[in-house]
């Protein structure tokens, strides 16, 4: 549920800050809170699904093992 949470407030920034534009080039104009919150929710959504945001630790045989 908290990611669903962040997804969508995400999507409201989003939304918000599309009025601010930078020219990267001179055909080329490019939105930087756009381009940091899809790279923010980019890897809130990779994290999540490769359970980096549950607590493990990796033991001795290198396998990773939840803490308890």
Same mark, same amino acid.
């Given at each position: 549920m908290p990611l669903y949470v962040l997804l969508g407030?995400?999507?409201? *920034?989003?939304?918000?800050?599309? /009025? %601010? *534009?930078v020219r990267a080039a001179? /055909? %080329?104009?490019?939105?930087p809170g756009s381009a940091v919150l899809f790279s923010a929710g980019l890897a809130a959504v990779?994290?999540?699904?490769?359970?980096l945001t549950r607590?493990?630790?990796l033991n001795p045989t290198g396998s990773a093992a939840a803490r308890a």
């Open positions: 407030a995400l999507q409201i *920034l989003r939304v918000l800050s599309g /009025a %601010v *534009l001179p /055909a %080329v104009a490019v939105s990779l994290c999540d699904r490769h359970g607590r493990t630790r």
